[in-house]
């Protein structure tokens, strides 16, 4: 195991992006989200990751290099083409006038479309947090999620953050997929060779496992709290994957592009100014008030605090990467 510099751990994730093809902007963007979760210990969108990224990029499914348009539609209302490229330079080209257009108007939707997302959505949230906004996302992903008294998976794992303004310039966040586990942590369960919790997927024949080559081989995973999180991902594949013109989950084929795993569909994000409210200290000072009751009646862990502790450490000490990941990484060069 080594500590690795973060930005260095950026950098090299950078040259990979690059040797396969992306535009410095999208190398920049990605290698910053990618080893940003791997910095939080936010391992199933880390390094482990990068394999996907680049096989996809090889098979032709993605555009590494698109360039997206963003499309004033209304006071508060953008549309992004993402051109078949990725969710996260595409956010990032309408981030300064999203912003802008919500200090206006007191709120801005951000709706993308024919983006890839395959990382963490913290990142889409955070820095609107910071700068003094609410941010909503939700992005919706590719069919592995069964509905309740469905027969075939559906909905995506589709993730969904929020993030607000706490006092000190803090923020307080969530970001969670609408399964009982996201994807990504059953093909590292499958890796590691561990069960999944129970309640978590289906095999092929639709019986309860914890298998989780079960749930890879066939079967699907479930939504959190049966019907309620079934909603959540009903609204998710509505918000991100048709308000946005882009797809649902259900809509995604990559069967031409062997080795594709990027789903190609639409985010939504709402930025909210918490300062239309009354003054946004006010509003930071309600936050900061639950979160000391929540404290106060017991819960010692918000939301993000692990994340944020990881960082931390990561950021004094480096961020551990074992020899076998990097020998991983520099053979995905060329
Ligand atoms: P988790 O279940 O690990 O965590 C969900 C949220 O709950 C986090 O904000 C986490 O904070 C918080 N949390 C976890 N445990 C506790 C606790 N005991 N008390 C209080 N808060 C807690 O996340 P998921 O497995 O659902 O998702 C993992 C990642 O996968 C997300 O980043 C998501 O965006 C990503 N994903 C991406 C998809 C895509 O299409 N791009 C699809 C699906 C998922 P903390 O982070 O601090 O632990
Ligand atoms: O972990 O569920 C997941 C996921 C899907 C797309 C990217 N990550």
Redesign the pocket.
């Known amino acids: 195991m080594t500590h690795m510099d973060f930005e260095a751990l950026v950098a090299l994730l950078r040259r990979i992006f690059l040797a396969n093809g992306t535009s410095p902007l999208v190398a920049d963007s990605l290698a910053r989200n990618c080893a940003g979760a791997e910095r939080d210990a ?1 391992m ?2 880390g390094l482990f990751r990068m394999a996907g990224y680049v096989a996809t990029l090889r098979s032709g499914w993605v555009d590494g290099r698109a360039t997206p348009v963003v499309e004033d539609a209304g006071a508060s209302f953008l549309r992004v083409d993402a051109a078949n490229g990725f969710a996260q330079p595409a956010l990032a080209a309408a981030a300064p006038l999203a912003m802008a257009m919500a200090r206006k108007t007191g709120a801005c939707v951000v709706a993308i479309r024919r983006s890839h ?6 990142p889409d949230v955070e820095p609107f947090a910071e700068a003094g906004l609410v941010a909503i996302a939700m ?1 919706d ?1 590719m069919a592995v999620v069964v509905p309740p008294g469905a027969r075939r998976p559906v909905y ?4 969904l ?1 929020f993030a607000a303004p706490r006092e000190g310039g803090r923020i307080l ?5 609408v ?1 009982v ?5 059953v093909q590292i369960a499958a890796r590691d060779g561990h069960e999944l919790p129970p309640g978590a997927g289906v095999d092929a024949a639709g019986q309860p496992t914890r298998d989780p080559r079960a749930v890879l081989d066939g079967g699907a995973l479930l939504p959190f709290g049966g019907h309620k999180g079934a909603a959540i991902a009903m609204m998710i594949e509505i918000m991100a994957g048709a308000l946005t013109g882009g797809l649902y989950s259900h809509e995604v084929d990559w069967s031409a592009h062997p080795g594709a795993q990027t ?1 190609c569909t639409g985010e939504c994000l709402i930025l909210i100014d918490p300062a239309r409210a009354g003054p946004a200290a006010g509003f930071a000072a309600r936050v900061e008030h639950l979160v000391a009751t929540l404290r106060a009646a017991g ?1 010692d ?8 502790a990881a960082r931390e450490k990561a950021l004094r000490d480096g961020v551990l990467v074992s020899a076998a990941m990097l020998h991983h990484l520099e053979s995905l060069m060329g």
């Open positions: 936010a199933s969108h997302h395959f990382a963490a959505l913290w992005v992903s995506g794992t589709n993730p953050a966040v969530f970001d969670q997929a399964s586990l996201a994807h990504g942590d789903p819960q862990r918000m939301p993000g605090d692990r994340r944020f």
